[in-house]
């Protein structure tokens, strides 16, 4: 059968990802109709656009080593020095060109596995294999993306350790520096494989302790080294309950709301529905793509985060992840 696929040189998708369009190129090439030749040809001229980002990414000048202008020189320690001036509000404007060039890249990879996933449900309203692939490849965009923001968090954080902010750009420059290969579950398997835990499976409000949330989430493939570092004897408060809000998917304030609710009812455990409380990742709970309402999920618990920071307000000032990159890369500076 002819190639009906053609990826340029420089693409981003790796063998695995070509692999997977084009099984859907060949399902969409199999219909002889007009309708699903016209979907193919998206799907082509999508690929070749990501393609272009891809090419435009590899212009510019690497993220590693020393880069000099007059007297000025760039490396890691000058961006480590421009990350601490930055804040949710500005860090773009202190990100290399690459960095900002290659998240474009990440969010046009995301949106052709979306198109990917759109495409197969017209071809097949009922799951068909594929699906699976194309959702494991669209989650690891997402995974990616989050994996940045985790560690751009820990970079810009003024109160943290030199050493582990330098720890944190160091990441960072890797993905920058070669993202068209490396992603998060290549750099860290830990986080990717406890997002995917996290979105199997669904919580109930409950006594609140999260019990049957910790067995469900290392059942369904969530690194034992998440939870081991929650289950410390001495945790301290902030990150009891960034993993209290991990697991339950509501903010600490709902949680202390539903506590007092319990307390007044003399209850010792409530449904989601008795509690007022919707699963954020159930569909259910929105009309966005799953993966939309995953990517939302940890930014509304960073955003709620850096408020409490801001205005130093009681609660946890970091996200469970945050805490968990933290320590990862504490052992990794100290190793």
């Not at 007009?34 to 998206?42: H, R, T």
């Not at 995301?110 to 449900?121: D, F, K, P, Q």
């Not at 406890?194 to 669904?202: F, L, M, N, P, S």
């Not at 003399?266 to 159930?282: C, F, K, N, P």
Request: charged share 25%; proline share 3%; glycine share 4%.
């Amino acid at each position: 059968m002819t190639q009906l696929l053609n990826f340029h040189p420089g693409t981003s998708f790796d063998s695995e990802e070509q692999e997977s369009l084009c099984e859907l190129a060949t399902l969409l090439g199999e219909r002889s109709n007009s309708e699903s030749q016209a979907l193919l040809e998206s799907l082509r001229e999508n690929i070749e656009r990501v393609s272009g980002l891809a090419i435009a990414l590899a212009a510019f000048p690497p993220i590693f080593g020393e880069q000099e202008l007059g007297a000025r020189s760039r490396g890691r320690d000058s961006l480590v020095d421009l990350l601490t001036r930055a804040d949710d509000t500005s860090v773009e404007l202190y990100l290399p060109t690459r960095a900002i060039v290659g998240r474009s890249l990440v969010m046009a990879e995301l949106n052709t596995w979306r198109l990917a996933s759109y495409l197969l449900l017209e071809l097949f309203p009922e799951k068909h294999p594929l699906s699976e692939k194309i959702e494991y490849w669209m989650y690891s965009c997402i995974y990616t993306r989050l994996a940045e923001d985790v560690l751009q968090s820990i970079a810009m954080d003024t109160d943290m350790e030199r050493r582990i902010r330098v720890a944190a750009v160091d990441y960072l420059s890797k993905f920058w520096e070669s993202r068209h290969l490396y992603g998060a579950r290549h750099f860290f398997p830990l986080l990717a494989a406890t997002w995917g835990a996290r979105r199997r499976i669904r919580v109930s409000v409950g006594t609140l302790l999260g019990v049957s949330e910790i067995m469900r989430l290392l059942q369904s493939g969530c690194d034992p080294e998440f939870v081991d570092y929650f289950s410390r004897p001495h945790l301290d408060d902030d990150e009891h309950e960034a993993f209290q809000e991990f697991l339950i998917g509501v903010s600490t304030e709902q949680i202390q709301s539903i506590a007092q609710l319990m307390e007044d009812t003399d209850s010792s455990s409530l449904s989601s529905e008795e509690a007022g409380v919707t699963d954020q990742l159930g569909a259910e709970s929105s009309q966005a793509h799953e993966c939309v309402r995953f990517y939302q999920f940890f930014r509304s618990r960073y955003l709620q985060a850096a408020a409490r920071k801001l205005k130093n307000l009681p609660g946890p000032k970091k996200t469970a992840e945050e805490y968990v990159m933290t320590y990862f890369l504490d052992r990794k500076a100290t190793a």
